[in-house]
């Protein structure tokens, strides 16, 4: 007889509940080698060494950074206004209503009193004789292991306030880099984590500055990563962005939340303009070069004389207030001129005059040894330098030209990011300072355009300009810089105890490396004497030796440095 299955209505609880037994049982035998299989092989191992590489203390280490540099900032910005409050009467950057009203004579005093008290600070106070900025903070990660000294950032700082509260024509946001630089290096000096490690943190005080001083959270973490870094390390993104969302929320909650400048809506008249926008990126590449080589040419002569360290800002001082007597526009970070020329209330003769007082005024600030940096001037000169063409373009292509206010945008960012070496971050300072975020593609143009040309005549930012004169060619890449840093101390073979150096008659000197020597050194001095070892001594009047160094040694350690920084710059 046929069976027949059962009716539907015959299917009871009990059957649903047996099969559904039988199904989990099938489908836990099948998933669980797979399972077991996707963590042990793909989670565990990522995790055990998410655990050891004390990211989570790196990033609560990042988030107090951030927090203490946005209050650094703070008391930083409110300094200068202080001091600014002694002799103009306002501690506001927008000024330009008390140029007119003020004698002239104030605008001649207020730099050479600053230069007086500068002076007296390079003579007692400051070893190096200068206050530091950006190029020192690249340098301390380059070769100094992330170490900035923290007495010489201090005062660094308090030089850079005064500088600035009295009128030198500088700008305040290199200073904060190098000051957010110092307390992560003294934060850092009290863990025991590696120079990877330490080189993150670092990152991570220069984001919360630059974002504390610009307002500015997203530029932050691209000049850290692009500037300070070199490169873009998923590992370094976290402790990087919470330091800068840091900086920044310490400064919303007390400033406000408002961009640097805030200006009118422009929009781009006609994509026919692109030809234009190209042309000003050549423009912004041309005022960039001459800005640094002014800076360059003005330190030459400056120091070609030899004069006294404390009369040097006296002097410097002098030179600034007599600009500032026709030009009283330059004095200060700039910022009120800069929103001037980005709202379009500058004339053409005058955009143009300021470009050059203000290009001098710095130039001379620099070299005279005021504290300060290029930001704001490369800002201040952009945007005069897209006023100006902008004025020239409406002149010639009155109905197809976009307003002067939307070509000083674009000019800002293209002497800016020519002078930084910083396109990316440079771009999105812009940005994050105007809320323009709608002429994206032209500035992109304008930006790339300007860096490239730069580049292709100087071959390197002023930052690396600066770092060059010290012998750190760092722009040169990776390898460059682990050949500066590593040295025969960290690969030589040691003796138990020192020896006398055998000398013959054919070799009464012989050849050796000293304990500081780089592996560039000691390469060549393999190639040089034609050996495959040497010895090693600590000091050159030394007549035994410490050890010996091979050229195989020394290779399979350079390969060693240069791999461990590739890991580093691609996790």
């Not at 400048?261 to 994509?271: C, D, G, K, V």
């Not at 197809?400 to 999105?428: D, R």
Request: hydrophobic share 50%; proline share 4%; glycine share 8%.
């Amino acid at each position: 007889m046929k069976k027949t299955s059962h009716p539907v209505s015959k299917i009871t609880w009990q059957h649903i509940v047996k099969y559904s037994k039988w199904l989990n049982l099938k489908l836990r035998r099948r998933l669980k080698p797979a399972c077991y299989d996707l963590y042990y092989d793909r989670i565990a191992p990522h995790l055990k060494s998410f655990k050891a590489s004390n990211q989570f203390t790196l990033w609560f280490l990042a988030l107090m950074i951030g927090i203490t540099v946005g209050g650094s900032t703070l008391l930083f910005r409110h300094a200068i206004g202080l001091l600014q409050w002694t002799w103009l009467g306002t501690t506001s950057e927008h000024m330009g209503t008390l140029f007119e009203t003020t004698p002239k004579y104030v605008f001649f005093c207020a730099p050479i009193i600053g230069g007086i008290i500068i002076g007296q600070i390079l003579h007692h106070f400051l070893d190096v004789k200068r206050a530091h900025a950006v190029a020192d903070v690249i340098e301390a990660k380059a070769i100094k292991g992330c170490h900035i000294d923290t007495k010489t950032g201090i005062w660094s700082a308090i030089t850079a306030a005064i500088s600035l509260g009295f009128g030198a024509s500088a700008g305040r946001e290199g200073p904060m880099v190098h000051l957010g630089a110092t307390l992560s290096s003294l934060i850092s000096r009290a863990t025991d984590f590696t120079q990877a490690e330490r080189r993150i943190l670092l990152a991570a005080g220069v984001a919360a500055a630059v974002s504390a001083s610009f307002n500015a959270p997203i530029a932050g973490v691209l000049f850290a990563h692009e500037v300070i870094l070199a490169h873009y390390a998923l590992r370094a993104f976290a402790p990087v962005v919470l330091g800068s969302v840091a900086g920044t929320i310490i400064i919303r909650l007390t400033v406000g939340e408002y961009p640097a400048f805030l200006i009118p809506q422009y929009a781009i008249t006609s994509y026919l303009e692109f030809p234009a926008f190209a042309l000003l990126g050549l423009v912004a590449a041309l005022v960039a070069i001459i800005f640094q080589l002014s800076l360059s040419t003005t330190e030459r002569i400056a120091w070609s004389f030899n004069i006294p360290i404390w009369a040097r800002p006296i002097i410097g001082g002098i030179m600034i207030g007599t600009i500032a007597i026709f030009f009283p526009q330059v004095l200060g970070v700039g910022y009120d001129t800069t929103d001037n020329a980005l709202k379009q209330n500058l004339g053409l003769w005058l955009l143009l005059a300021l470009l050059i007082a203000k290009t001098a005024a710095t130039a001379i600030t620099l070299a005279s040894r005021f504290g300060g940096g290029i930001f704001s001037p490369s800002l201040y000169l952009g945007a005069c330098t897209g006023g100006a063409f902008g004025i020239i373009a409406a002149t010639l292509m009155p109905e197809a030209a976009s307003s002067n206010g939307l070509y000083a945008i674009l000019g800002m960012g293209g002497v800016a990011a020519a002078v930084l070496g910083a396109p990316i971050s440079t771009t999105m300072i812009v940005f994050e300072l105007t809320g323009g975020y709608e002429m994206t593609i032209a500035l992109l143009v304008t930006v790339s355009i300007s860096t490239a040309l730069s580049h292709a005549v100087l071959g390197m930012s002023f930052f690396h300009w600066q770092l060059s004169r010290r012998g750190l060619f760092l722009s040169a890449g990776p390898h460059k810089q682990v050949a500066n840093t590593l040295t025969v101390n960290t690969f030589y073979q040691p003796f138990e105890s020192p020896q006398d150096i055998i000398e013959t008659p054919d070799t009464p000197s012989p050849p050796t490396l000293l304990l500081s020597d780089n592996i560039e050194t000691a390469l060549r001095s393999f190639n040089k004497h034609g050996t495959n070892e040497l010895a090693v001594i600590v000091e050159k009047s030394d007549k035994k030796t410490i050890g010996t160094v091979t050229q195989i040694n020394a290779l399979d350690a350079y390969n060693k440095a240069l791999i461990k920084t590739h890991e580093e710059e691609h996790n």
